[in-house]
């Protein structure tokens, strides 16, 4: 049976390895666009990113001390207005009208930015780090006047030392991910196959005329199902290695 | 020898059942051609496929050489060639990559392989396409190759559905000249067939089949006798206008 099951197997197999598109796009295909999608997306993002952190942010910033919009300068280029803008790269902050920073009392600050702006998100990003600074500087000075600092507040000081190789420290996401990459792969790379060998081949009438020979069901079924799952597998490696070339590129 | 038993067959869908078959039996014996006549959709290739043993019949029964086709079906299946105008064979794999495929698939040795298909290329005329890939090949040449490919075993039995269908007057009389020798090599030929002259030409005996009831069996001189009339396409017009199925006739 297993015989039966090898010889149709082959056939599959010489029929895709003779096919010059089914090669292309098994084999060859993934390994070229894997690059060229994770590639275009990191380039993207990057840009995007950049292009995030070189705009000037229209601020509409109320009752804040200059102490802040220095340290705020450090994090986002930024220019005052008014009024409330309709622009992407907008964000607005207030500040209560009276506050005391040597007071325990909390300072009630608050940020307006639009969620569905890439740009006014990422402002939101910078001026809660801002405010975050300014916070630390806030308490290192009322700190300071009972004589301690911030690292007062800590009295453990954690150490991390990593003990594993060198050449393997980091590969714990990607070993956790490769698993389940793999599987999407593998399965998107047969769906296609496993469709076209089974009623892509019944719909081609190709199918009665391997029914009527001296061949069990069974063998046939193995035979194909050894055939997708090897193609599967070879379209997983192929994309694969179009990743690992991208990571050598980058 | 093949001998249809009083096969039925229904298929069901979501709205209806669909008799195919209802009763039919007829015979053919070895060294004869039997032709089944009838119009689309009137059962003829559900009936070669119960032969075949692609489909098994609700009631009845088919032997082929004393085999029962859903009992004894490997051994049916060692016996026959099945050949229908569905069938058809696409990739890259040449003619001569298929025989070799089918001829290790049918368990033929390696020296009888090579002779067969020596035979088979030289009788078809497939000298000048056999290394070429199949999807390359015109529509003649596939079904050479489809017929090739269905008789690389040898079988005593041959169905062909419609084996002429969609192919040029040389193809059809390369088709038809094969079966004829076919049958002069004691073997037995049943094909179906809506072309009536060609069957006419070439079958011993024809049954004439309507809406899945097998109305009419016999000799052309039989049937001719019967309805008096000198041409099967008449007799086949004649009941078909019986039954409604032809208008203004």
Known sequence: MFKDSMIIFKKEMKNIFKDKRSFFSIIILPFILMPIIFGTIGFVSNSQEKGAQETTYILQIKNAPDEFKNILSQFIKFEETQSISEEGNFAALEFPQTYNTDSLEKINVKVLFRSTSQKSSFALGQIKAALNAYQNLILQKNLEKHDLSLDDLKPINISEVDIAPKESQGTQFLSMMVPYMLLIYIFAGAMGIGMDTTSGEKERGGLAALLVNQVSRTSIAIGKILYVIVTGMLNSVSTFGGEELLINIL | ?249
Do not use: W
């Open chain 2, 1 to 249: 020898m093949i001998e249809v038993s009083g096969i039925s067959k229904k298929f069901k869908t979501k709205k209806k059942v669909v008799s195919a078959l209802e009763d039919v039996s007829f015979s053919c014996e070895d060294g004869k051609i039997f032709g089944l006549l009838g119009p689309n959709g009137a059962g003829k290739t559900t009936a070669l496929r119960i032969m075949a043993t692609l489909l098994k019949p609700d009631s009845g029964s088919v032997k082929v050489s004393g085999y029962d086709t859903v009992k004894q079906s490997t051994e049916v299946r060692k016996r026959i060639g099945f050949l229908t105008s569905d069938m058809k064979l696409s990739g890259n794999l040449s003619p001569d990559e298929l025989m070799n495929f089918f001829g290790e698939l049918n368990h033929i040795s390696k020296e009888q392989l090579g002779s067969t298909k020596e035979q088979l290329v030289h009788y078809l005329g497939m000298g000048d396409f056999v290394s070429k890939p199949v999807e390359k090949l015109s529509t003649g040449m596939k079904q050479k190759t489809s017929i090739a490919v269905s008789l690389i075993h040898n079988p005593q039995v041959i169905i062909f559905d419609e084996p002429t269908n969609g192919l040029d007057i040389i193809s059809s009389k390369v088709v038809t000249d094969f079966l004829k020798d076919f049958k002069k090599q004691g073997k037995t030929v049943i094909i179906s067939t809506h072309i009536m002259p060609e069957a006419e030409k070439l079958c011993d005996t024809i049954g004439l089949i309507f809406e899945g009831h097998l109305i009419e069996c016999g000799t052309k001189e039989e049937l001719f006798k019967k309805y008096s009339q000198d041409s099967i396409e008449d007799i086949f017009f004649a009941l078909a206008e019986e039954r409604g199925l032809i208008k203004n006739v």
